[in-house]
């Protein structure tokens, strides 16, 4: 099975200037808990619902004015939509991450897989073993 018969093709992506409030905004409304930030269509970077609580709160002074620059995590780990899913759940292992920007060829996102998305259309034992390695302690 392929990335593509599984991502969510319906994401909130954001600038990396966009107001973190407007971000956890996004994040309320549509029920998520991350936000990729782009630029020209590339993911320069993420946003987490966890970021916004351990990134803003503890070292931006600004709150109030603070970017997706100020707390997002650069260097993400992206896959390609044309991947096989085992293989974006060993990297999800390997990187201890639970959920995936997916790219096309030019690096343009175009959708999101999860842990979820795995566990729930393909193998729950692929997914327990990524999940494991996910939460594993290193």
Do not use: F, W, Y
């Not at 590339?42 to 503890?58: C, E, F, M, P």
């Not at 990187?95 to 999101?112: A, C, D, F, K």
Request: with cysteine; charged share 25%.
């Amino acid at each position: 099975m392929l990335v593509r018969e599984l991502m969510t093709t319906k994401i909130s992506r954001v600038a990396p200037e966009t107001p973190v409030r407007e971000i956890a905004a996004i994040m309320r409304m549509r029920g998520i808990g991350v936000v990729p930030v782009c630029e020209n269509g590339q993911v320069v970077g993420i946003v987490t619902d966890r970021d916004i609580v351990t990134r803003l709160l503890s070292r931006v002074a600004d709150i109030a004015n603070a970017q997706a620059t100020d707390i997002m995590s650069g260097g993400v780990v992206t896959c390609h939509d044309d991947q096989s899913v085992s293989k974006i759940a060993a990297l999800m292992g390997d990187h201890q991450i639970r959920r995936l920007p997916v790219t096309n060829h030019e690096n343009i996102l175009i959708g999101m897989i999860t842990i979820g998305d795995i566990a729930r259309e393909t193998s729950e034992h692929m997914a327990g073993e990524a999940l494991g390695e996910i939460v594993e302690e290193r």
